[in-house]
Nanobody, 123 residues
Framework: QVQLVESGGGSVQAGGSLRLACAPS????????LGWFRQAPGKEREGVAT???????SYANSVEGRFTISRDNVKSTLYLQMNSVEPEDTAVYYC?????????????????WGQGTQVTVSS
């Protein structure tokens, strides 16, 4: 059974920090590239950050230098550290997995999805 369970969402003031976590099923975590996506009301889902099985990362321009994606191979957990958050970062954040080890920021390339966690940044 495929499971990706996100946690860590909530409300934060602009300039603050938040860390999201995602615990994929073990067979997904060890084999596939993982990513974080977000969707704000009235907007399309967009790629935020992605990491392959070797730990190489890519980021959307809008979060480069502020967000960090990482994998904890001991805990089999994916993280998104969000620093210097802005009101424009408000969205539902999704953890997702591909069925290949190659990373991608395109939501069309991802096969497995979590239910999402709300992040709200107030000014």
């Amino acid at each position: 059974q495929v499971q990706l369970v996100e946690s860590g969402g909530g409300s934060v003031q602009a300039g603050g920090s938040l860390r999201l976590a995602c615990a994929p099923s073990a067979w997904i975590y060890s084999r596939y590239a993982l990513g974080w996506f977000r969707q704000a009301p009235g907007k399309e889902r967009e790629g935020v950050a992605t990491i392959d099985t070797d730990g190489r990362t890519s980021y959307a321009n809008s979060v480069e230098g502020r967000f960090t994606i990482s994998r904890d191979n001991v805990k089999s957990t994916l993280y998104l550290q969000m620093n210097s958050v802005e009101p424009e970062d408000t969205a539902v954040y999704y953890c997702a997995a591909r069925d290949t080890s190659w990373r991608s920021l395109s939501s069309n390339d991802y096969k497995y999805w979590g239910q999402g966690t709300q992040v709200t940044v107030s000014s």
